[in-house]
């Protein structure tokens, strides 16, 4: 026999004594959960026909009861008693059955409960061997780097965003548009004819014919710096 057969025929008789071992300790151990469950539901089934059973055998009393009535009192009699032990019988299994369903409901929560805090425990360690590899001061300056890249991000757009170019004073530039405006008017008063010179005499005093065309003259140079403004 090679070392090769030796080995997996070791390993065989181990493997079949600690299968032997499981199944003693298991049977030391009592039935699973799930196995007395289901011996449980086989019992209210099996309980479940005898009642059907009984109730059946309680209308065939009652029907022999009816039939004999008071022609044959004595065997009337013996049909009410047999009927009476036959309710009294489907009286305890209906008692039977509510405490064996009260307890197979409690196995079944049980066996749930059992479950779920063994799922949450599977899960509970693949979080801690998720969360064993990260380190919580490593994770604050990860974050706080992102934090300060955020920052520097935003300094870059802003500079992008800024024109380019010399920056002038906008007072300045105001200062200028008002002497541009100004000389305007002063182009379109000359093109105009400008304003007549005021005479340094004095005038004689003039006649109400003359003192009306003074004032008509004097409205019309008004209406002329008027649209001169307006042109403006």
Do not use: C
Request: proline content about 3%; charged content about 35%; hydrophobic content about 30%.
């Amino acid at each position: 026999m090679s070392k090769i057969t030796k080995l997996f025929k070791g390993s065989s008789g181990s493997s079949s004594s600690s299968s032997s071992k499981s199944k003693h300790h298991r049977s030391r151990g009592g039935p699973s959960p799930q196995e007395a469950i289901h011996k449980l539901r086989e019992t209210e089934e099996m309980l479940t026909k005898k009642q059907d059973y009984l109730e059946k055998r309680i209308e065939q009393e009652i029907t022999i009861a009816k039939k004999h009535g008071t022609k044959n009192k004595r065997a009337a009699l013996q049909a009410l008693k047999r009927k009476k032990r036959l309710e009294q019988q489907l009286t305890q299994i209906d008692g039977t059955l509510s405490t064996i369903e009260f307890q197979r409901e409690a196995l079944e929560n049980s066996h749930t409960n059992t479950e779920v805090l063994k799922n949450m425990g599977f899960a509970a360690k693949a979080m801690k061997k998720v969360h064993e590899n990260m380190d919580v001061d490593k994770i604050d300056d990860l974050m706080q780097d992102i934090t300060e890249q955020q920052d520097v991000a935003q300094e870059i757009s802003e500079a992008i965003s800024r024109p380019f170019g010399e920056e002038y004073d906008e007072d300045e530039l105001l200062a200028e548009l008002a002497e541009l405006e100004q000389e305007e008017l002063e182009d379109n008063m000359r093109s105009m004819g400008g304003l007549p010179a005021v005479p340094s005499s004095k005038l004689p005093s003039a006649r109400p014919s003359q003192r009306a065309t003074i004032k008509k003259r004097a409205e019309e140079e008004d209406d002329m710096r008027m649209l001169a403004s307006w042109a403006t």
